[in-house]
């Protein structure tokens, strides 16, 4: 599973639990019956997480995109870490993850069709 993280201006250290949670125990793959029944903790698959501010890219003006939406490098860097080591605990396992502030060739098979965006901002309290 690759997970892409854009961390946000307004999100906080709070969120991580709720999103850790989510990416380990969301129901992405198939079952014996075909039936998306299965998460990442039970199929012990690999996770690759890679930090993504672009996510927050706007393109309501103009032709370029702004990320100002975006965190500031410092505490995305924090966030991101804050992420990763929650979620190595959360499987008991290493996750790889990408250098972030990096640019990377990134080369992703997508072995289904399950692409999603889990949003903090979206989560019930």
Request: cysteine-free; proline content about 3%; overall charge neutral.
């Amino acid at each position: 599973m690759v997970v892409f993280l854009g961390v946000g201006a307004r999100d906080e250290a709070a969120a991580i639990a709720w999103l850790v949670s989510r990416g380990a125990k969301v129901r992405i793959w198939e079952d014996e019956n075909g039936r998306m029944a299965r998460s990442v903790q039970e199929k012990k698959a690999e996770v690759m997480v890679i930090s993504q501010f672009t996510l927050y890219g706007s393109m309501k003006k103009g032709n370029r995109p702004s990320f100002n939406r975006a965190a500031e490098p410092a505490m995305a860097r924090a966030l991101y870490e804050q992420f990763v080591a929650a979620l190595e605990l959360e499987l008991g396992r290493p996750v790889a993850t990408g250098r972030f502030g990096a640019e990377m060739a990134i080369e992703v098979l997508n072995d289904g069709p399950v692409t999603l965006v889990v949003d903090s901002e979206q989560r019930e309290f």
